[in-house]
């Protein structure tokens, strides 16, 4: 049996085509997948991508660890800021790409791919025990990917008021 995000049902219940994605059962659209596109692009939309995998990296080298393992400086990054960079091998080749968004200077939450979910975590925990580093995977969070031109509007009214006020002055991403 696929794994199934905690939205599983709630896709189930709104008729979305179901399909295996990386082992999961996943939503491919809920109807027309023109006008949904159309949805987004105008208006907003909400993608499930529970299935993605989250990794808290914690420990007072966290960010030498980042930059040893991905082609971009995490030097760069402020506090709830992200970026989208690249997991490099030993020869500096690209193993895969992912997203780290940095919580604080000892603490960097990533998001691997679903279908290299496995091989990205024993590559990250074999280079972390090195830097004495703590790898973490976060199988108990959901994650969703909010887009389109309408969700600075729409959000506030879902959020506690201190978190709608910092997704205000968010910028894309």
Avoid at 10 to 24: E, M, S
Avoid at 101 to 123: P, Q
Wanted: a neutral charge; one cysteine or more.
């Amino acid at each position: 049996m696929a794994k199934r995000t905690p939205f599983y049902d709630l896709h189930v219940q709104a008729n979305a085509k179901i399909v295996d994605f990386a082992g999961w059962d996943m939503p491919l659209h809920y109807g027309s997948q023109l006008e949904e596109h159309h949805d987004v692009r105008r208006h907003a939309g909400v993608f499930d991508v529970s299935h993605m995998g989250g990794v808290d990296c914690r420990g007072d080298n966290a960010a030498a660890y980042l930059r040893y393992l991905i082609a971009n400086n995490v030097d760069r990054l402020t506090d709830c800021k992200a970026l989208y960079t690249c997991m490099l091998n030993e020869q500096g080749g690209v193993l895969d790409d992912l997203i780290v968004y940095k919580v604080t200077d000892k603490f960097f939450r990533i998001v691997v791919n679903a279908g290299t979910r496995e091989k990205d975590l024993a590559w990250m925990r074999k280079h972390a025990v090195s830097f004495g580093v703590e790898i973490k995977e976060r199988n108990d969070l959901a994650m969703l990917a909010i887009q389109g031109p309408a969700v600075k509007k729409l959000l506030p009214q879902f959020m506690p008021a201190g978190t709608a006020e910092q997704l205000v002055h968010l910028k894309p991403f």
